[in-house]
């Protein structure tokens, strides 16, 4: 049974992402994205502990494109343009950025050793062995004047990123389930 808060996890090989419910009264959908060590000893397992903070109506968004296939055809749209310029992997077809500002982690007492601010973005990314991979990527980043965080990885790689891949099922049943849960939160608020 999953905890109170948990609304849907999905796991991979030493990875997996939950979803909560947790911040939905300050209109964000948490995602936690988690990357394991089994060889470890317990309580040392986390490699990777990345939340992602998605607005609520950007996720109902994403679920519309979800079930309405809108998704499956901008993948296929990315495959080909890899296909056509030989990359070795697809483009992300949704990104979301995000994160924490400079003086936000130096109140909260979390302040970066670089005293920059915390960049964080979750995408969605038409896998080769699997239909999907969602990413969460996190490091240095920039505060813009419109007060998005964009990155500022040092040699464009972030500091750590978890990857779990996701069947055409699995990416379905996440947005249904979220949708769900958002749709059943704000009836509440009324």
Do not use: C
């Amino acid at each position: 049974m999953p905890e109170s808060n948990q609304i849907i996890r999905i796991d991979g090989k030493n990875v997996f992402l939950e979803v909560l419910n947790s911040a939905f009264q300050i209109g964000k959908v948490q995602m936690n994205f988690l990357e394991y060590d089994v060889t470890k000893d317990k309580g040392e397992r986390i490699k990777h502990d990345i939340a992602i903070y998605v607005d609520i109506d950007k996720f109902l968004v994403l679920s519309n494109d979800v079930l309405s296939g809108r998704i499956s055809a901008l993948a296929i749209k990315a495959r080909e343009e890899q296909q056509k310029g030989g990359y070795k992997y697809s483009k992300e077809i949704w990104n979301d950025m995000g994160g924490i500002s400079a003086e936000t982690l130096k109140r909260r007492g979390k302040e970066r050793a670089d005293g920059k601010s915390l960049s964080r973005q979750f995408k969605i990314t038409p896998g080769d062995r699997v239909h999907w991979i969602l990413s969460a990527e996190t490091g240095k980043g920039e505060l813009t004047e419109t007060g998005l965080i964009v990155p500022r990885f040092n040699g464009n790689k972030p500091e750590a990123v978890v990857r779990v891949p996701l069947t055409n099922e699995d990416l379905k049943r996440m947005a249904l389930i979220v949708k769900a849960h958002i749709e059943g939160y704000l009836g509440s608020q009324y």
